[in-house]
């Protein structure tokens, strides 16, 4: 069994102090034997294999978490390379998926333009064009009607030059590319804005181009048709009160004050209403009173109804 050995001497031969070798003894982790209920012994053997077998455990403590360190980097690698591959696949996948569509969409719209290209060719023949031309330049007169009909217009694309502004170009068909142009109070312009404002095709951006090149010329009595249309027609509160704004101008005209009044009454747009009682205002007769005392008790909003009593108020104090 080797040489016996005290607290002392295991502590001295393993350099553990006294303390810890009782807190071994006492956890049952070294080999040891009691001799008495207050006293233990050692066998120098017993010891020596305890140590090597301590030694052996620490040593694979220490490269334990190193084997753990590095199994857990591979396999984190392993899944990186996973997800690139995943990715890489995903993004071939969407750019092949994409590309068939481009190319999918991009025959579709020639076969589409291609198809227009002949139906508008076979619409309007070449003597069509040089009528066109003819009348562009103003050698003759001109059924616009007819060309509206030949041409199966939808919108209108209007220019208008920047340092003659009373000079307009109207571009009837992108396909066959039939321009006119001219005054604005010529023919074919004129008609083709009176067209414009009112179709019920034209955007929100033509329409209100085409009645600002009209404003100049409200006095004539097609051009201020066109806009009484548009202000009682229209679908856009916006061009409604700004073909209103407009034809403040020519209010005092039976025709326009009756238009004005009825938008008073029965637009359905607030603003609308508001912007015909700004009009009215300036231009108060028997026949607008009646109309005031009428929208000042019916009225749903009271913005319009208090504004309708301010005016009558006015009027009232002047007489």
Same mark, same amino acid.
């Given at each position: 069994?080797?040489?016996?050995? @005290?607290? %002392?001497?295991?502590?001295?031969?393993?350099?553990?102090?006294?303390?810890?070798?009782?807190?071994?003894?006492?956890?049952?982790?070294?080999?040891?034997?009691?001799?008495? #209920?207050?006293?233990?012994?050692?066998?120098?053997?017993?010891?020596?294999?305890? =140590?090597?077998?301590?030694?052996?455990?620490?040593?694979?403590?220490?490269?334990?978490?190193?084997?753990?360190?590095?199994?857990?980097?591979?396999?984190?690698?392993?899944?990186? #390379?996973?997800?690139?591959?995943?990715?890489?696949?995903?993004?071939?996948?969407?750019?092949?998926?994409?590309?068939?569509?481009?190319?999918?969409?991009?025959?579709?719209?020639?076969?589409?333009?291609? $198809?227009?290209?002949?139906?508008?060719?076979?619409?309007?023949?070449?003597?069509?064009? =040089?009528?066109?031309?003819?009348?562009?330049? $103003?050698?003759?007169?001109?059924?616009?009607?007819?060309?509206?009909?030949?041409?199966?217009?939808?919108?209108? @694309?209007?220019?208008?030059?920047? =340092? #003659?502004?009373?000079?307009?170009?109207?571009?009837?068909?992108?396909?066959?590319?039939? #321009?006119?142009? $001219?005054?604005?109070?010529?023919?074919?312009?004129?008609?083709?804005?009176?067209?414009?404002?009112? $179709?019920? %095709?034209?955007?929100?951006?033509?329409?209100?181009?085409?009645?600002?090149?009209?404003?100049?010329?409200?006095?004539?009595?097609?051009?201020?048709?066109?806009?009484? @249309?548009?202000?009682?027609?229209?679908?856009?509160?916006?061009?409604?009160?700004?073909?209103?704004?407009?034809?403040?101008?020519?209010?005092?005209?039976?025709?326009?004050?009756?238009?004005?009044?009825?938008?008073?009454?029965?637009?359905?747009?607030?603003?609308?209403?508001?912007?015909?009682?700004?009009?009215?205002?300036?231009?108060?007769?028997?026949?607008?009173?009646?109309?005031?005392?009428?929208?000042?008790?019916?009225?749903?909003?009271?913005?319009?109804?208090?504004?309708?009593e301010l005016i009558l108020k006015k009027h009232n104090q002047k007489a």
């Open positions: 069994m080797g040489k016996n050995m @005290h607290v %002392k001497e295991v502590a001295s031969y393993t350099n553990l102090s006294p303390k810890t070798i009782y807190n071994l003894v006492y956890s049952k982790e070294i080999p040891f034997k009691r001799i008495s #209920e207050k006293k233990v012994m050692f066998y120098k053997d017993a010891i020596d294999k305890w =140590l090597k077998k301590r030694k052996t455990e620490e040593k694979l403590r220490t490269k334990k978490p190193e084997r753990i360190k590095y199994q857990y980097q591979k396999s984190q690698e392993k899944k990186n #390379e996973k997800k690139e591959s995943i990715i890489r696949s995903m993004f071939l996948n969407l750019r092949y998926k994409y590309l068939s569509y481009s190319v999918i969409f991009f025959l579709l719209f020639s076969l589409g333009w291609l $198809g227009s290209f002949i139906y508008y060719k076979t619409k309007i023949s070449s003597s069509n064009f =040089l009528y066109i031309a003819q009348n562009a330049s $103003g050698n003759e007169s001109f059924d616009i009607e007819s060309l509206i009909d030949q041409a199966q217009l939808g919108d209108l @694309h209007i220019n208008q030059s920047f =340092l #003659e502004k009373d000079k307009v170009k109207i571009k009837l068909d992108y396909i066959s590319n039939i #321009e006119v142009k $001219g005054d604005v109070k010529s023919s074919p312009i004129k008609p083709l804005l009176v067209y414009t404002l009112k $179709g019920e %095709k034209g955007s929100y951006a033509t329409k209100s181009k085409a009645i600002d090149i009209i404003k100049p010329f409200v006095d004539d009595r097609k051009i201020r048709k066109a806009l009484i @249309h548009v202000m009682k027609n229209d679908k856009s509160p916006a061009l409604r009160m700004k073909a209103a704004t407009v034809l403040t101008k020519v209010a005092k005209i039976e025709e326009v004050k009756e238009a004005i009044l009825d938008r008073l009454k029965n637009d359905k747009n607030e603003a609308v209403r508001f912007k015909a009682l700004e009009i009215v205002e300036k231009i108060v007769d028997e026949q607008i009173i009646v109309a005031l005392i009428s929208i000042k008790e019916k009225d749903k909003s009271y913005i319009i109804r208090n504004r309708a």
